[in-house]
């Protein structure tokens, strides 16, 4: 592929900069569609290049990923009031030795026995839905992901305490995106609201640790926080800081993956419909467990899709140790290397109708032909997402689940603009309408 240096025109203060605080979903599109796949960009203080080819993108997550190391934005105060020096913020031999702290909870062979916890938990919110109710979808589905993580990882039934938590990291992430899109270049203090919601939120973690000290525990009931408190190097703070990074990190993926899947079913009625004769096929009315995984294509698929277009992770970063070449183009060290699932993943070199909803590119030839980095929702390679198959799983069980019993409708006019805060999420105030499956098969049938 040949490159080339052309950009879209900047600033003469503060270069792309302004661009990306303003809109930044845009100018990556704009960036993807019309400017070679490594783009230089301007930002004060760094040279900085944007990747869009797979090929490059597979060796700064992959193949040289020692030379790529996480950019200085995941270590300013910022970010680090929300997760402190957790497995999001690190890097070297703290990360390395976190990550295998971590990852017993997430083996393999102990995913499948969260499905009982998926199903229960669900069953609980789903007991709360009448049909023609109107429903916060993503509200929702914040609450549902974060006690199930909370359930799965820590050992601790959260409902009284789900909503304050939920909230509490709202108002973080919505508070950092409204001041912090210029990867920490400058140092804002924390406003008041959002000093209060960390405050609140430390308390509640600490409140939930403290109550798992006290009851006791059992390792496989608790497979992460057993971890972390069995570590006698661990300090206080450093359990509070992996606490809250794997609640905010651990439901905050499937949440809006779900929340993104319902929006896209209820503006393509022929997608649900496919999906409603799968559920039926398979599951006949009863709950889905991880053994009907394979069964359930088209339900993953639509979950893949809404990842491909609705990626949570939408802006990945790193900053070279020494200085290298891109694509062809030089990048001292020093430099910050940027890319994008949100702009890759809609690229038309690499998915035809690149913008539209269509689950079944998903079944057929077309997936097996992709290169691996042109699709990449949870980043790649050592630093890839720890529960990227917690979160798959979890997101095809519950949308099961829940499409199962219920068609979730939205007006037409509805905006699914995405906001780009630390994750990619919906407009404020999506509110959608619960059509109960089979009293539309009983209406349908009079």
């Known amino acids: 592929m040949t490159n080339t240096l052309l950009a879209p025109r900047s600033g003469r203060l ?37 990747l869009l080819d797979s090929e490059d993108i597979e060796r700064v997550l992959v193949t040289d990923h020692h030379n790529f190391v996480k950019p200085i934005w995941l270590r300013t105060a910022a970010v ?20 295998r702290q971590c990852q017993n909870a997430f083996h393999p062979h102990l995913i ?12 609980r919110m789903l007991g709360e839905w009448r049909d023609g109710q109107s429903r916060d979808v993503q509200s929702d589905m914040s609450r549902l992901t974060l006690e199930i993580v909370a359930q799965t990882m820590l050992g601790r039934d959260i409902a009284d305490r789900a909503g304050q938590i939920g909230e509490a990291m ?15 270049l400058i140092p804002f203090p924390p406003t008041r609201r959002e000093a209060r919601a960390i405050q609140q939120l430390d308390a509640l973690v600490d409140r939930i640790v403290a109550d798992f000290r006290d009851e006791g525990h059992q390792g496989d009931e608790a497979p992460l926080l ?35 899947a319902f929006l896209m079913l ?12 799968e559920l039926g ?53 020093g430099s910050l290397i940027l890319t994008s699932p949100w702009a890759v993943q809609r690229r038309d ?47 095809v069980l519950l949308l099961a689940t829940i499409a199962q019993q219920f068609r979730l409708d939205a007006p037409p006019d509805q905006s699914v603009r995405p906001w780009a805060t630390m994750t990619l999420r919906p407009p404020a105030g999506n509110v959608m309408r619960l059509m109960d499956r089979n009293a539309l098969l009983r209406t349908v049938s009079a």
């Open 349 to 395: 070199l690499y998915f035809p109708k690149p913008d539209e909803f269509v689950p079944e590119r998903w079944l057929g030839q077309e997936q097996t032909n992709l290169p691996r980095y042109a699709y990449f929702p949870f980043g790649g390679g050592p630093r890839v997402c720890i529960g990227q198959n917690f979160a798959v799983m979890e997101a």
């Open 112 to 123: 499948p026995s969260y499905g009982d916890t998926f199903a229960k938990l669900t069953a």
């Open 281 to 333: 096929a398979v599951l006949g009315g009863r709950a889905p467990v991880p053994s009907d995984l394979p069964n359930l294509p088209y339900t993953l698929a639509i979950v893949k899709e809404t990842l491909r277009l609705y990626p949570p992770l939408w802006m990945i970063g790193r900053t070279t140790v020494k200085d290298c070449e891109i694509g062809g183009v030089a990048a001292p060290g």
């Open 14 to 50: 503060f270069g792309h900069a302004a661009a990306l605080q303003r809109e930044p979903l845009g100018f990556l599109s704009q960036c993807a569609r019309g400017y070679g796949s490594v783009v230089p960009l301007r930002l004060p203080f760094t040279p900085t290049l944007l």
């Open 80 to 99: 680090r009031r929300l997760l402190g020096d957790g497995l999001v913020t690190t890097d070297g031999d703290e990360w390395r030795r976190q990550r």
């Open 170 to 184: 709202d108002t973080v992430m919505v508070c950092f995106a409204a001041k912090h899109r210029l990867f920490g």
């Open 226 to 260: 057993a971890s972390l408190l069995d570590d006698p190097s661990q300090s206080e703070a450093s359990i509070r800081e992996q606490v809250k990074t794997f609640l905010a990190a651990g439901h905050e993926s499937s949440a809006l993956a779900l929340t993104w």
């Open 266 to 277: 209820a503006r393509h009625p022929d997608a649900d419909d496919c999906l409603a004769r």
